[in-house]
C-alpha cells in the first residue's frame, strides 16, 4: 500500500492578508472526490482527525480547516465579522481543493453548528459542492433562550461587536469554546434561525446524521421537514450515540460513522465521473487561486 500523506497549509483567502490553516490526510492514487470536512464551532481541524484518518484509510482524500475565529486561523478567536465572511471562506478553500483536485468539487461534511454554514454554502455554490453530509446538526435548539437576551445579543453585536458574551449565555452552542464575541453568536443564531428556509430551498443530495437522543438540539421539527418535502436528496439516518465530537466517541463507532459516510458518498460518485457531470464549470469571481497548488510540498509527512 502506498505511504498515507498528511500535513498542514496556510491558505490565505482574501485581501485584507487573512489565511486560514488547513490540514490535509491524502491517500496518494484515489480516484474519488476529496472530502472537505468543517469541524463545530469552538473546536479546530485537529478535532476531526479521527474521521479523517478512517476515510484517508479507505482511498480518500480529507481536509479539514480551521475555521476563521478558531485554531490557527484569522487574527482573533472567537470572533467573526459576519456569517457571509464563514461562506466567503469556505467558498476560498473548496475553490483551492478543487484545483488541486483535477477539477473535482469537494464532497462536504459539516458537524454542529456549522451546518448553517455548509447548507448556505451549498445553495449560493452548487458548483463547489456535490454532496452534503450533517453529523448533530445544530438547527433548531431544545430551550431557545428568552427573547429578551436574543434582543440583547442582537443590539450589543451593532453597538460592541467584540464584546465577549458570558459561557451561560453561549455554552449550549460553544462546547468547547472560550468567551466568543456577540458579533460572532449572532451570526450563529440568526443562521440557526434560518436553517428551515435552508433546508427546503437545497437541492444538493443531503444526509443528516442525528442521534436517538440530544441534550441540545431538537431533531422534531427536522424530520417534519425532511417529510414534509418528501424529496429524494433529503436523507435522515438516526444513530444509537452522538457523533457531536469524534474525540468523545469509540474507534468502533469512527468505523460505523465512516461507513454511513463512504455509503453515502460511494452512491453519489457514479453520476459525478460521468462525462458529461465531469465537464469544466466556471469559477466565482473573487477566488484566489495559488500559483503552486502542489500542497504535498507544504507541511507535509508520510505514514
Known sequence: MDSLLTGDYMLPVDHAGTSLFVRFWRSPKSSHHPI????????????????????????????????????????????????????????????WIKHTS?????????????????????????????????????????????????SMIRMLAQI??????????TS????????????????????????????????RPTLFMIPDHDDTSDYHPLKKLVALHDRENLTLKSLPFSPRHLHSITPTQITQISE????????LEAPLNSPVSGAKRSEPD????????EIERIGASKH
Open 102 to 150: 483535477s477539477g473535482k468539487a469537494p464532497l462536504l461534511i459539516a458537524q454542529g453548528s456549522a451546518s448553517t454554514e455548509a447548507l448556505s454554502f451549498s445553495q449560493l455554490f452548487e458548483n463547489f459542492c456535490e454532496g452534503i453530509i450533517l453529523i448533530n446538526p445544530v438547527l433548531s435548539v431544545k430551550n431557545p433562550m428568552e427573547p429578551w437576551v436574543r
Open 260 to 267: 454511513l459516510i463512504l455509503s453515502f458518498f460511494q452512491k
Open 36 to 95: 472537505l470536512w468543517l469541524h463545530d464551532f469552538g473546536e479546530s481541524s485537529k478535532s476531526i482527525a479521527p474521521g479523517a484518518q478512517a476515510l484517508q484509510t479507505r482511498g480518500w482524500n480529507v481536509y479539514g480547516f480551521d475555521r476563521r475565529g478558531h485554531g490557527k486561523s484569522g487574527k482573533q478567536r472567537g470572533h467573526i465579522p459576519n456569517f457571509d465572511t464563514l461562506v466567503q471562506d469556505l467558498l476560498q478553500v473548496s475553490a
Open 160 to 169: 460592541s461587536p467584540k464584546f465577549r458574551l458570558p459561557l451561560k449565555i
Open 286 to 293: 473573487g477566488v484566489l487561486l495559488p500559483s503552486n497548488p
Open 172 to 203: 449550549k452552542y460553544y462546547f468547547l469554546a472560550p468567551r466568543v464575541t456577540a458579533t460572532l453568536t449572532n451570526e450563529l443564531l440568526a443562521a440557526i434561525e434560518n436553517s428551515e428556509a435552508n433546508i427546503s430551498e437545497t437541492t
